[in-house]
């Protein structure tokens, strides 16, 4: 038989991508690997942040490379009730530096401007009818069909501005819950990339997936102004529209059938209630390092579907976000989990929750209506 054109080809260098290609080109340069992406660069407009704990110390390898900033110093929530310092350091992957870096790493091993139009257990096709074979393909193209979900969104629409001034901002603040509540439940999002530049993202946890982006846009520049930034220059900009999944069947969304082998979104592979898949996506390519190609469809389907059965109580959280608070009543739901342990707070980001992480959260006064709640729990939203 002829040897196959790749020992493994990797469809998409977005996140999931990016990393599994970075393990095997680190760990196994025995394989012949081939990251194709369609974008003119890998990544995409992103940036990735993520806090100390949500990538195990042995895993770190994997991402270190693409971190483009680091604090240290931790994070910062604000709600109306609590103003609250974290002592978990953040830092963030931007895409520039993910591209920069992976380009470096592969060489000719990746290759962009390549839209697949077809992908099988054993090759793709590209869009300009070239095929290329492989022992074994990896699907990374990002989200599948969505409408196979029960979901609620998390959307958003971010600036980086560039200030005469200092801006006085010394840290991450991951929620500034303090600004007028808006289609569902609404937070800025604060990243100080020095002492005059500052990404500024304005996020809803709303129902519905629209973003108004020139509507964002204003109270961006509104919320610049009350922080008495007015003369600024926008020198990045991005936006996304991530789902918050309270439901649904695997099954569907990753159909039994389906023979080719996935990893990241389009596995299913995130944080159900933040739609984050940064920690998901380090531990899944650390995982797959260390894996043969054989079966790959069905160790990657089993994988992905034992983390779906993980994320069921995040799931049931998201359930009565969405289904039984009133949406400018969400703020609440995060102040009180921000009252919570360090801990705690950072085992839940990563989707690490304890059994008594679980209890905790729950436990106490509700923020939501307990008539609501069990509404909701007994007759999930559609
Ligand atoms: C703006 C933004 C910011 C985010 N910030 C964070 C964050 O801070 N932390 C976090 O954990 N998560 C974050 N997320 C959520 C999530 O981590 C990202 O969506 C992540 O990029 C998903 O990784 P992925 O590899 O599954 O998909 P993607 O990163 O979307 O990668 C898919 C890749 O496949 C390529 N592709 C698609 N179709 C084809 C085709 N036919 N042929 C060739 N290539 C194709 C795409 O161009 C893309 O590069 C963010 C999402 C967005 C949109």
């Given at each position: 038989?002829?040897r196959?054109?790749h020992?493994?080809i990797?469809?998409?260098?977005?996140?999931?991508?990016?990393?599994?290609?970075?393990?095997?080109?680190?760990?196994?340069?025995?394989?012949?690997?081939?990251?194709?992406?369609?974008?003119?660069?890998?990544?995409g407009?992103?940036i990735?942040?993520?806090?100390?704990?949500?990538?195990?110390?042995?895993?770190?390898?994997?991402?270190?490379?693409?971190?483009?900033?680091?604090?240290?110093?931790?994070?910062?929530?604000?709600?109306?009730?609590?103003?609250?310092?974290?002592?978990?350091?953040y830092q963030s992957?931007t895409s520039?530096?993910?591209?920069?870096?992976?380009?470096?790493?592969?060489g000719?091993?990746?290759?962009?401007g390549?839209?697949?139009?077809?992908?099988?257990?054993?090759?793709v096709?590209?869009?300009?009818?070239?095929?290329?074979s492989?022992?074994?393909?990896?699907?990374?193209?990002?989200?599948?069909?969505?409408?196979?979900?029960?979901?609620?969104?998390?959307?958003?629409?971010?600036?980086?501005?560039?200030?005469?001034?200092?801006?006085?901002?010394?840290?991450?603040?991951?929620?500034?819950?303090?600004v007028p509540?808006?289609?569902?439940?609404r937070?800025?999002?604060?990243?100080?990339?020095d002492?005059?530049?500052i990404?500024?993202?304005?996020?809803?946890?709303?129902?519905?997936p629209?973003?108004?982006?020139?509507?964002i846009?204003?109270?961006?520049?509104?919320?610049?102004?009350?922080?008495?930034?007015?003369?600024?220059?926008i020198?990045?900009r991005?936006?996304?529209?991530?789902?918050?999944?309270?439901?649904g069947d695997f099954?569907r969304?990753?159909?039994?059938?389906d023979?080719v082998?996935?990893?990241?979104?389009?596995?299913?592979?995130f944080q159900?209630?933040?739609?984050?898949?940064?920690?998901?996506?380090?531990?899944?390519?650390a995982?797959?390092v260390?894996?043969?190609?054989?079966?790959?469809?069905?160790?990657?389907?089993?994988?992905?579907?034992?983390?779906?059965?993980?994320?069921?109580?995040y799931?049931?959280?998201?359930?009565?976000?969405?289904?039984a608070?009133?949406?400018?009543?969400?703020?609440?739901?995060?102040?009180?989990?921000?009252?919570?342990?360090?801990?705690?707070?950072q085992?839940?980001?990563?989707?690490?929750?304890?059994?008594y992480?679980?209890?905790?959260?729950?436990?106490?006064?509700p923020?939501?209506?307990?008539r609501?709640?069990?509404r909701?729990?007994?007759?999930?939203?559609?």
């Amino acid at each position: 038989m002829d040897r196959p054109d790749h020992d493994l080809i990797i469809v998409g260098a977005g996140l999931s991508g990016g990393l599994i290609a970075h393990a095997f080109a680190t760990k196994r340069s025995d394989v012949r690997i081939l990251l194709l992406e369609r974008g003119s660069s890998a990544g995409g407009n992103h940036i990735w942040s993520f806090f100390d704990g949500d990538v195990a110390p042995q895993d770190r390898w994997l991402i270190d490379p693409f971190v483009a900033h680091r604090w240290p110093q931790g994070h910062a929530v604000h709600f109306p009730g609590r103003n609250r310092k974290l002592d978990t350091p953040y830092q963030s992957v931007t895409s520039v530096q993910f591209s920069e870096s992976l380009a470096r790493l592969l060489g000719d091993r990746l290759v962009t401007g390549a839209e697949i139009a077809t992908v099988s257990p054993k090759g793709v096709t590209l869009s300009n009818g070239q095929m290329l074979s492989a022992r074994a393909v990896i699907d990374c193209r990002g989200a599948a069909d969505l409408t196979m979900l029960h979901c609620g969104w998390q959307k958003f629409v971010g600036h980086t501005l560039r200030l005469p001034e200092p801006h006085g901002i010394d840290r991450p603040v991951i929620m500034d819950a303090t600004v007028p509540q808006h289609d569902g439940y609404r937070f800025v999002y604060l990243l100080p990339w020095d002492d005059r530049s500052i990404f500024v993202e304005d996020t809803y946890y709303s129902n519905s997936p629209e973003l108004d982006v020139p509507s964002i846009d204003a109270r961006i520049a509104d919320y610049a102004a009350a922080r008495g930034w007015s003369e600024f220059e926008i020198v990045h900009r991005e936006q996304g529209v991530l789902p918050v999944v309270h439901g649904g069947d695997f099954d569907r969304y990753w159909p039994r059938h389906d023979p080719v082998a996935r990893a990241g979104v389009a596995a299913g592979l995130f944080q159900p209630m933040t739609g984050y898949s940064l920690p998901d996506a380090a531990r899944f390519a650390a995982w797959i390092v260390g894996q043969s190609l054989d079966d790959l469809p069905a160790k990657t389907r089993a994988y992905a579907k034992a983390q779906w059965a993980r994320g069921g109580y995040y799931r049931l959280l998201g359930k009565m976000l969405f289904g039984a608070a009133q949406p400018d009543q969400r703020w609440h739901i995060f102040e009180r989990f921000y009252g919570l342990s360090p801990d705690l707070i950072q085992r839940f980001y990563a989707g690490r929750s304890t059994a008594y992480d679980r209890i905790r959260i729950l436990c106490g006064r509700p923020p939501v209506p307990i008539r609501s709640a069990m509404r909701t729990l007994l007759n999930p939203p559609a």
